[in-house]
């Protein structure tokens, strides 16, 4: 439709970056248009009405916050911002997880989200899935039911949805 076709012109490619050899899409133009990020999240609205109802959006650092936080106030449920380590104070859950060089982690404030609370995790792009995949790991042990899971674009050879097991994922563009 008319909203999918505006995001997708507004996403670009960016060759070998940030390694050579990497194609990466950028979102910035997405965020910048006007009327493209009002259409971003219709369309995020719209895939994630398969997994109502939940209570919190929840948003991977930093560009699932630009658009997981929007998401939450069009649809009325809180956010939950999933930190990058180190940047919270006691006390957090923690969650680390395979980079292609390295490893990062992730952390949640303890006690933010309610027993049996239902989660929807978003991110702008699922690669290999191993943000994603450590971030319901880590809203998991925080007590949350993950519902699903949301992109704004999937990157379908990486085969992200293999590290995602079970979980469901819908995306915008792939
Ligand atoms: P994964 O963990 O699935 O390999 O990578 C996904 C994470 O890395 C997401 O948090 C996403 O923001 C970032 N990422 C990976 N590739 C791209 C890309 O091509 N464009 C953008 N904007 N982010 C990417």
New binding site residues.
């Given amino acids: 439709d008319a909203d999918r076709a505006l995001v997708r012109s507004l996403v670009r490619e960016v060759a070998d970056f940030p390694a050579p050899g ?6 910035a133009g997405v965020l910048a248009d006007t009327g493209g990020f009002a259409a971003a999240v219709r369309c995020l609205a719209e895939v994630s009405a398969a997994f109502e109802p939940f209570d919190h959006v929840a948003g ?1 650092e ?3 916050f630009m658009f997981a936080a929007p998401l939450a106030v069009h649809l009325g449920t809180g956010f939950l911002p999933v930190r990058k380590a180190g940047k919270l104070p006691p006390p957090v859950h923690h969650a680390s ?1 395979q ?2 060089y390295g490893t990062a982690a992730l952390e949640i404030r303890d006690g933010v989200v309610e027993p049996g609370a239902r989660v929807l995790v978003l ?12 971030g319901v790991d880590l809203l998991q042990r925080a007590g949350a039911e993950v519902v699903g899971l949301v992109f704004l ?1 999937e ?1 379908p050879e ?1 085969d ?1 949805r293999a ?1 995602l097991g079970d979980h469901r994922v819908e995306s915008v563009l792939d």
Avoid: K, Q
């Fill in positions: 990497v194609m990466f899409r950028d979102v991977m930093a560009r699932g997880y980079l292609e991110d702008d792009i699922l690669a290999t899935g191993g943000t994603a995949s450590a674009m990157l990486l992200g590290r």
